[in-house]
């Protein structure tokens, strides 16, 4: 009987063995080549990609269509399971491939109508840019036909194979990054849900413009919602395996350039590291394309042609996020037969189109009805619990209206070219017209010394009201009346003090911010990145890459002010919980090295401290709040910087007002005791207590999850740290943005420019290309991008792309 058992279980080990030797080989086989030759249809004359260290390639094409025809092939032959998945989800076809589970998603992006902007950004084009879009798609579709029968190891998984790529395909991923890169639509539902529950007064409180700055006079004005409050009915939330993992979430950022006049050698410098949530794979993929007319490296966004973010042989340029105000929720009341909407003047007729949505094993595909008015598309149908960004669920009058800048046809192609090609900061800063949908700081740095900042976008021009927060569509004088000119955007060459930092705060003069928005992420890093480069005497490249590695806060050192105020009450109050912050917090530096202790209670006490402060008041509505912090400067920040809230008093108890060392003794005291639950043994340190999981978009699934993701793996950092690990204080365990990429440029000699990845350029599960960055992306370390190809010696193959004969 032992023998029989002992031969069973030999023989499922080798089953076990053969079947990952399969899985191993499936999954290699589809990893492109480095080196050699490959005849492809459609390519007009030659190119040759040489592939330095971490397999990043320098293109080089007789002609720029070329080019982008090699650029679209080798980003797809490392990326094409990446890029299916965010041309599916921006494009509301995930229901195609993965069945009825996926149609929250793509109902929800196809009413904010991301495919539909891409098909008008393609018709208004120039011809020019509609054939580089056409010859990136062709190089795409070159790829799928060559890796016929050898796709990426997710399509077996999946059980589908990719579409043929169309130049749609690559705006519809544009739209996508613009869409994320604007948040007000979350504050102004958040409003909503808040005024619903206090009331308008009250709820203003909880949106602070910034520092010291309240919500504007004019929100005061608006109507109250209360009266007008709906119930949401309950839906079932949207499936969790869906393969669907967040791949392009939108977080934060920091650029900052310095010109000739405060560097060592009096050439500019340019640091950028933009803020997004971590993927697998990462997002960014590096390269460099030489063709006659172009010459550029960095990094591009895998589906998109030509490089996004990087240099040409003139200048450098980077882009942070400007939170500027492109969304603006209208509250509508409708007629009883539903099909028009109050004016002061009358009724408006509600425009309504359709769209199929091809659904997996279903013979008809569903139609999608989407509503709209004047003041915006009705979301009310796609904003319920099962929508796929986590909104929040509100429902006010009888619907809501979104409006955006989708009007305007997206020109961001041209915008690229334009400044992928630019020779002068201001020709940069003239291209930045061209992004109109998505509005970012763009920093750049030249040859020259000089330096320039530019904020893109194309900004409405609004009626009554500022645009904060959600306005009454049944009143005069609400609404957008136009667009703002271009010129009217925030920019400037070369200013008074030779330096240009942003963090996604208000970069602003109060009186001209108003006309570009009213929610800023906070102060604190651009603050620490002020304190460092005045620390510094004349930076060099080295500093600047040792600045991006700086984890001390400045958000925890406000923080710390407003407990060490607190301490004498707190003492008398409770002894414990005084002795808790002078040993655990008030000795501490504010910085969040891996094994801060310290670090890891302060992660923990900030859920606490909106717990206590807030949760009496908004109970189930508390969450609406936080979801908040890691977007916009936020009233617990206000609260414990002046000393004043009107939240202070703990409407559960007695006492008429609770004092800031009450409040402090409840948060110290959750949370110690949650430390203690988290990691009852061994060191409290940060990098324990949280870690950093680069979700694959099989992460919903535990055994695929395993195989695809990677991590969880603990590091430093926080919130407000430039080197960012930012966690939502919802779930203080798991960072949720962090430096998608970090570079250094060097203008005055490109070869000195540094940056790193995340991961590594491959998508493909057993690639040595796959991570093969992630040890220096921890360790803040770099490699040299390419300029004129891969530096001499460092060659890891050459690979030539034939045109293909037709016989």
Do not use: C
């Not at 040489?50 to 092939?73: M, R």
């Not at 809501?400 to 997206?410: D, T």
């Not at 500093?543 to 958000?555: G, K, V």
Request: no cysteine.
């Amino acid at each position: 009987m032992r023998r029989w058992l002992l031969i069973a279980l030999i023989v499922l080990l080798l089953l076990a063995v053969a079947a990952a030797g399969i899985v191993f080989w499936l999954g290699k086989r589809a990893e492109p080549r480095y080196d050699g030759e490959l005849a492809l249809s459609g390519l007009d004359a030659p190119a040759t990609l040489t592939f330095g260290p971490h397999a990043v390639p320098s293109i080089e094409a007789a002609s720029v269509e070329d080019a982008l025809f090699a650029q679209g092939y080798m980003v797809a032959a490392e990326r094409m399971w990446q890029m299916d998945m965010l041309r599916r989800l921006a494009g509301g076809r995930l229901a195609e491939v993965f069945g009825a589970d996926a149609l929250p998603a793509d109902r929800f992006y196809r009413t904010m109508g991301l495919p539909l902007a891409a098909r008008q950004a393609y018709a208004a084009l120039e011809p020019e840019y509609q054939r580089l879009l056409r010859r990136y798609a062709a190089g795409v579709n070159a790829y799928m036909a060559q890796a016929a029968g050898r796709l990426p190891l997710e399509y077996l998984v999946a059980g589908f194979e990719p579409a043929p790529w169309r130049p749609e395909d690559s705006l519809v991923i544009g739209e996508y990054m613009a869409w994320i890169n604007s948040v007000n639509l979350r504050e102004e539902l958040s409003f909503l849900k808040l005024a619903v529950r206090l009331g308008n007064a009250k709820a203003l409180e909880l949106f602070p413009v910034d520092v010291g700055v309240a919500a504007p006079e004019t929100a005061y004005d608006l109507p109250s919602y209360r009266p007008l409050a709906r119930a949401v009915p309950d839906t079932p939330a949207i499936a969790q395996a869906l393969p669907v993992a967040p791949m392009l979430q939108g977080g934060a950022s920091n650029v900052w350039a310095v010109n000739g006049g405060h560097t060592g050698d009096g050439t500019a410098l340019l640091a950028n590291d933009p803020h997004l949530e971590p993927s697998m794979p990462a997002i960014w993929y590096e390269l460099e394309l030489i063709a006659p007319g172009l010459h550029v490296a960095g990094l591009a966004l895998p589906g998109v042609p030509l490089v996004l973010l990087g240099h040409n042989e003139h200048l450098a340029w980077g882009m942070t996020t400007v939170t500027a105000d492109t969304q603006d929720i209208f509250v509508e009341e409708l007629d009883a037969s539903g099909q028009a909407v109050q004016r002061p003047n009358g009724w408006e007729r509600v425009q309504v189109r359709s769209e199929s949505i091809p659904v997996k094993d279903r013979v008809a595909p569903e139609t999608l009805r989407i509503r709209s008015t004047s003041h915006g598309v009705l979301i009310d149908g796609v904003i319920g619990p099962n929508n796929p960004e986590g909104l929040p669920t509100v429902r006010v009058a009888d619907a809501l209206a979104l409006r955006r800048n989708l009007e305007v046809p997206e020109r961001a192609l041209a915008g690229l070219w334009r400044i992928n090609t630019a020779t002068t900061v201001d020709e940069a800063r003239a291209a930045g017209a061209d992004l109109r949908h998505v509005s970012q700081n763009l920093v750049i740095a030249h040859r020259n010394g000089d330096i320039g900042w530019q904020v893109t976008g194309t900004l409405p021009e609004r009626g009554r009201g500022s645009g904060m927060l959600p306005m009454p569509g049944w009143e005069a004088g609400y609404g957008w009346q136009g667009w703002q000119p271009f010129a009217a955007n925030p920019g400037a060459t070369n200013p008074g003090d030779g330096r240009l930092v942003n963090a996604n705060n208000r970069s602003v003069p109060l009186p001209q911010a108003g006309d570009v928005g009213h929610s800023w992420l906070p102060p604190y890093r651009a603050e620490r990145i002020h304190e460092l480069l005045n620390a510094a005497d004349s930076p060099d490249a080295a500093e600047l890459a040792d600045m991006q590695a700086d984890r001390e806060s400045i958000r925890a050192r406000v923080f710390m002010a407003s407990l060490r105020r607190a301490l004498p009450a707190l003492k008398a109050l409770d002894p414990k919980a005084a002795r808790i912050a002078e040993k655990d917090l008030l000795h501490w530096r504010a910085n969040f090295p891996p094994d801060s202790h310290a670090g890891a209670l302060f992660g923990l006490l900030l859920p606490a401290l909106y717990q206590t402060l807030y949760g009496d008041e908004l109970g189930e509505d508390l969450r609406v709040l936080m979801q908040l912090d890691t977007n916009t400067y936020g009233p617990l920040d206000e609260a414990l910087r002046s000393g004043r809230s009107g939240f202070w008093d703990d409407v559960e108890t007695p006492q008429v007002q609770e004092s800031p060392a009450e409040v402090w003794r409840e948060a110290v005291l959750s949370a110690r005791a949650r430390l203690d639950e988290l990691l009852p043994t061994g060191p409290q340190r940060l990098d324990r207590l949280r870690g950093v999981t680069f979700r694959h978009a099989f992460s919903a699934q535990p055994w695929l999850g395993r195989l695809f993701s990677v991590g969880p793996l603990g590091i430093g950092g926080d919130n407000a740290t430039v080197n960012v690990a930012n966690a939502s204080v919802l779930a203080p365990q798991r960072i949720g943005y962090i430096p998608s990429m970090r570079v250094v440029y060097t203008p005055a000699d490109w070869s000195g420019t540094r940056g790193s990845l995340p991961l590594g350029q491959s998508g493909h599960r057993f690639s040595r290309y796959r991570t093969d960055q992630l040890d220096d992306w921890l360790g803040v370390a770099t490699h040299a991008w390419p300029w004129n190809g891969p530096q001499p010696g460092t060659e890891l193959g050459t690979l030539r792309l034939l045109p293909k004969r037709l016989d």
